[in-house]
């Protein structure tokens, strides 16, 4: 069993800044691409940013220039570093994972329980 735990989310008035994190923790498996999401109550949950396994990074055009997404593979760990954050970033925060089982020899897609980000003065 493969867990995605997210962390690092809260309050913070606009300009400011948080890192996200998601830990992988299980047995006998391997990371490829992970993405962060965020999903507002009312709207369709939105690709923030991915990153393959070699370090490859996309970003959605909302976020470039102020979102950082980058992973330490040998703690299984991806971040999210966001900076200049408005009030229209704010949403629960998901991580997302393409998992490659080991064992079964199978791949397989892992979300996280999500982390609530508010920005608000």
């Known amino acids: 069993q493969v867990q995605l735990v997210e962390s690092g989310g809260g309050l913070v008035q606009p300009g400011g800044s948080l890192t996200l994190s998601c830990a992988a923790s299980?047995?006998?498996?391997?990371?490829?691409?992970m993405r962060w999401y965020r999903h507002t109550p009312g709207q369709q949950r939105e690709l923030v940013a991915e990153?393959?396994?070699?370090?490859?990074?996309k970003y959605a055009d909302f976020v470039k220039g102020r979102f950082t997404i980058s992973r330490d593979n040998a703690k299984n760990t991806m971040y999210l570093r966001m900076n200049s954050l408005k009030p229209e970033d704010t949403a629960v925060y998901y991580c997302?994972?393409?998992?490659?089982?080991?064992?079964?020899?199978?791949?397989?897609?892992?979300w996280g329980q999500g982390t609530q980000v508010t920005i608000s003065a």
């Open positions: 299980g047995r006998g498996f391997s990371l490829n691409t």
């Open positions: 997302n994972a393409d998992v490659y089982l080991s064992v079964v020899k199978s791949h397989i897609g892992r």
């Open positions: 990153i393959t396994s070699g370090g490859s990074t």
